[in-house]
């Protein structure tokens, strides 16, 4: 609801609609974490994975709406937003980096100011996926998740990961985190290109909209950090299984007797 509640020329049709869609999304949310069985959450009951995932929608959204708020109504926090993003999508813009291809998607003719705009959106939101994907790395490495809130059912976690089929549960784990952690590498590559095959770029009037703005840089960031993250848990998952069946397996010392 952010931007249509902080965003200035939004009308009160709009907003009332955004509202009722925010609460759709709320009670969906509070009937999956309140239910039994599984739903569509994956990793319902392995806090703080959908934590740090919805802080980092959170932060992006935030940060990109105060910026273009900044544009009418300048505030200490939106200049500074909008220079720290600046500095972060000049040091990222390189050839080939997922900064410069964003801002290549745009149009030919397109002006400078346009795509200085869309480069320091861009590289603020990659700078917070960073920062947050490095966050969850560094509490995977130094927390025993996702045994901190108790014992991990697969059923309920990983609603549409069946164990009973498809071979080894340990080998199709580390096969889907290797797939995620690969597309979470190549979206940020992927999105520009397909882009520009599909036409002549994007029309600098379509950005020209903040809301529109915002979202497909969220969008363009939350992606790949949220495949990346699903990818690093379900690596550590297989490793967990791994860990029991060797524990399991270890014959008895010589000096203990069995239980």
Not at 142 to 155: C, D, E, K, T
Request: hydrophobic letters at 50%; one cysteine or more; proline letters at 8%.
């Amino acid at each position: 609801m952010a931007p249509s509640l902080l965003l200035p020329g939004v009308s009160s049709d709009g907003k009332q609609m955004v509202a009722l869609i925010a609460l759709f999304a709320s009670a969906l949310t509070l009937v999956e974490y309140n239910a039994t069985y599984p739903g569509l959450v994956e990793f319902r009951d392995a806090p703080p994975f959908n934590r740090i995932r919805y802080l980092l929608a959170l932060l992006t959204v935030l940060a990109l709406t105060l910026i273009e708020c900044g544009r009418v109504h300048p505030t200490t926090l939106s200049v500074l937003l909008e220079t720290l993003g600046d500095l972060a999508g000049r040091g990222m813009d390189f050839p080939y980096s997922p900064v410069r291809l964003a801002a290549e998607m745009l149009q030919p003719d397109a002006s400078e100011a346009e795509v200085a705009r869309l480069r320091s959106a861009a590289g603020l939101s990659c700078l917070l996926a960073l920062l947050v994907l490095t966050g969850f790395v560094t509490l995977l490495r130094l927390s025993r998740w996702p045994l901190g809130s108790g014992a991990f059912n697969v059923w309920v976690n990983l609603p549409t990961f069946d164990p009973t089929t498809g071979g080894d549960v340990i080998l199709r784990l580390r096969r889907d985190a290797r797939l995620n952690v690969t597309l979470a590498f190549l979206l940020p590559f992927l999105i520009p290109a397909v882009v520009e095959f599909t036409g002549d770029g994007l029309d600098p009037m379509t950005l020209h909209s903040p809301q529109t703005l915002i979202w497909t840089m969220t969008a363009w960031s939350f992606l790949p950090a949220s495949l990346f993250m699903r990818g690093v848990a379900l690596a550590r998952i297989a490793e967990m299984i791994r860990e029991k069946r060797r524990l399991g397996v270890l014959p008895p010392a010589a000096d203990y007797l069995p239980v």
